[in-house]
């Protein structure tokens, strides 16, 4: 999806739309508007704007009603006067003529702004056999339909007649022929070479009373993809699996190593030959203790996996394993074949050892990376949604928040307590996910809306609102009146030749206008209660700003100023990591200030977890602080944990249609119904450089 000009001076489409309509632009910063679709250049509101940002930054910007803004500067000129005071007479005009003209605001709506942007790419890996990829084939059809029945492709055997070892390749045999299964430090094999490994796995089989083995060093093919995919078959159906070490001291290394776990968990029972000694048995709990260096990780495996004792759930299980995979060495480029040739480097090896363990397995791919692999490995096993629940976690490894894999949630939370809100359905050639059935929202940076809300009414803030508007009529009522008043006391003295005195209209209207003035001079204090008060109503928006400002002072931008202390914008007590709630100091669950004060104080720019910014949610009514490297400009609601949704805030990349995620905040759940429903998008994946 990423189009470039080319040195030919052609000119290129950068992206397109969701009707494919391409879009020309630089490689900027962008964002899909959400009431045209285009793709525009992000623009960001910023409390110390920057002009080196790959984005444009601007000051904060209220779009707050104009009325309501003068009103409280020159309520604060009447009450706090300052060497501005002067300019009282020239904005109060201007603040009657803002009353008078008409609000340009945006319409009430129950739903925040859509995204209107869907992934128009090519799927790599789909779950749906129905859906086209990129890499489906036939063998990816067939092994769907496969689960744990398949035997070794080739066994090396003893011939008792020529008293020699064949390679025996007919699956058959394979399947009449009990067998010994091996396992070796690879290590080993550099030193003292392949055949005296190999004479040493064939002393020790014929002396346990058995005449076949498998050996990945013999027993491997060129297409290495086939043996992998039943390499955990080989060791479950093997009568038991012997471990060749060249002494006792040497268990740490073997257990060092990617395959090494499955190899001990699938298999029936365990032998090993330590140098010339006899074949000796050993259990699952010795091995332990002797080979692996996370014993204390790895014993509640070997209880429930191993022993069946200690059980596990299953989601919780399969996570551990695929840890303790992860923390081994991979040697898939050394492997060799029969022939001793290399046989190529898998990079999702570790997936190919982990998956073993899952009821459906993948086909392995010489070429897909680790995200991939697991992608598909996770989709095959959909009964734990293991990818669609991590997509709403926060790694704590902020180096990794653009990748949808994640080990461990910033929040504390473990995989299944995470309920998904979305499904899975399919990895794109960059390792993003795709989903489906997103509830998403776009992110306001430029500046502060207009925003249609409602206090809680009483009968003096609607007297109060229509103080300003009376005023105005006593005022033009009582200058007719005394115009009246001066042209019948004009037309009296005209036909009698003298003043017959003042009128009484002229002195009605005198009073009526003394009131009105008065009124009038006290309209904006009278406007400013008028729309002060708590906030039971706001049309919805999520809003954010380059750097940290304060909840009164977002109210401020949101709804203008108000008088009293009425509280209409709170802070989160738990939606970030930089989250602070009150504790036994309040009754109530809510946010302490001290986290603004935090966020203030810290660096506005980190290295590794980027720049600070801050969200305000309307219809929460709650403000955010968190960092990211870029403006995310789209929120997607994918789960919910303990009580809060899991709302995951991601920046567009739109060369390739695909989103990248910034960070996670947990905000109620309830604002999930204000999102309109999108289109199938892309989360994850490698950032373009």
């Known amino acids: 999806m990423n189009h470039l000009s080319t040195t030919t001076g052609q000119k290129h489409p950068q992206c397109y739309s969701s009707q494919l309509k391409p879009f020309y632009h630089g490689a900027t910063s962008r964002y899909t508007s959400p009431s045209s679709g285009k793709c525009k250049r992000l623009v960001v509101q910023s409390v110390n704007p920057s002009s080196t940002s790959d984005w444009n930054e601007r000051n904060v910007r209220s779009n707050a009603p104009l009325s309501t803004r003068l009103a409280y500067w020159l309520t604060r000129m009447i ?164 471990i060749i070490l060249t002494d006792e001291s040497m268990w740490s290394d073997w257990g060092s190593r990617v395959w090494t776990l499955p190899e001990a968990l699938l298999s029936r029972e365990l032998r090993y030959m330590a140098g010339n000694n006899a074949v000796t048995p050993i259990s699952l709990i010795q091995i332990a203790s002797l080979a692996y260096r996370h014993h204390d990780k790895e014993s509640q495996i070997i209880h429930s996996y191993g022993l069946g004792k200690d059980p596990l759930e299953r989601l919780a299980r399969n996570l551990q394993l695929k840890e303790a995979i992860w923390r081994r060495e991979s040697f898939s480029s050394q492997i060799t074949s029969q022939d001793g040739d290399s046989q190529g480097r898998y990079r999702a090896e570790k997936v190919y050892a982990l998956m073993g363990f899952f009821e459906h397995r993948i086909l392995p791919d010489p070429e897909e990376t680790e995200l991939q692999a697991l992608a598909r490995l996770f989709m095959a096993n959909d009964n734990d949604r293991i990818a669609d629940r991590m997509i709403s976690m926060l790694p704590k490894d902020r180096s990794a928040i653009n990748q949808w894999y994640t080990n461990e949630d910033e929040y504390g939370a473990k995989l299944w307590d995470i309920e998904p809100a979305v499904q899975v359905i399919g990895i794109t050639s960059n390792s993003s996910l795709v989903l489906d059935g997103c509830r998403v929202a776009a992110i306001r940076w430029k500046n502060f809306p207009s925003v249609a809300f409602a206090t809680r009414r009483s009968i003096r803030r609607l007297l109060a609102l229509a103080a300003p508007y009376v005023a105005l009529f006593f005022f033009v009522t009582s200058c007719t009146m005394i115009s009246i008043g001066n042209q019948e006391v004009s037309a009296s003295a005209g036909i009698y030749g003298s003043s017959s005195g003042t009128s009484p209209l002229v002195a009605g209207g005198g009073v009526i206008l003394a009131f009105s003035l008065i009124l009038l001079i006290l309209s904006p204090v009278l406007t400013c209660y008028a729309h002060s008060g708590r906030v039971v109503l706001a049309c919805p928006w999520l809003i954010g700003v380059k750097g940290v400002i304060s909840a009164q002072e977002a109210s401020d931008h949101l709804y203008g100023h108000q008088m009293g202390d009425s509280r209409r914008t709170l802070y989160t007590p738990s939606g970030s990591p930089l989250a602070k709630p009150r504790e036994s100091d309040s009754p109530f669950r809510e946010g302490h200030v001290l986290q603004y004060e935090a966020a203030l104080a810290a660096p506005p720019f980190d290295p590794i977890e980027g720049h600070m910014f801050t969200l305000v949610d309307t219809i929460s009514g709650t403000i955010y602080y968190f960092r990211a490297h870029r403006p995310p400009t789209v929120c997607l609601f994918t789960g919910s944990e303990g009580g809060q949704g899991r709302f995951v805030l991601a920046s567009e990349e739109c060369s390739r249609s695909e989103l990248r995620r910034e960070t996670v905040l947990r905000m109620p759940t309830f604002i999930s119904a204000h999102m309109h429903t999108c289109d199938w998008v892309a989360l994850g994946g490698k950032p373009q450089d």
């Open 79 to 242: 009450f706090s006067p300052s060497n501005e005071t002067f300019l009282w007479l020239f904005v109060w005009p201007l603040y009657i003529i803002a009353l008078l003209l008409p609000s340009k605001g945006h319409p009430f709506t129950i739903h925040y702004k859509p995204y209107l942007r869907r992934f128009v790419g090519q799927l790599w890996a789909a779950r749906s056999p129905r859906e086209y990829s990129l890499r489906a084939g036939e063998d990816d059809v067939r092994v769907r339909h496969v689960t744990h029945a398949l035997y070794p492709r080739i066994l090396v055997v003893f011939d008792g007649n020529t008293r020699s070892w064949e390679r025996v390749d007919v699956e058959a045999v394979a399947r009449r022929r009990p067998y010994v299964a091996v396992s070796y430090r690879y290590a080993d094999v550099i030193k003292f070479g392949r055949e005296a490994i190999i004479e040493r796995v064939r002393y020790a089989t014929l002396d346990q009373g058995f005449d076949a083995y498998w050996l990945d060093l013999e027993c491997l093919l060129e297409d290495k993809s086939q043996d992998l995919f039943r390499m955990s078959d080989v060791y479950r159906l093997a009568s038991f699996t012997l």
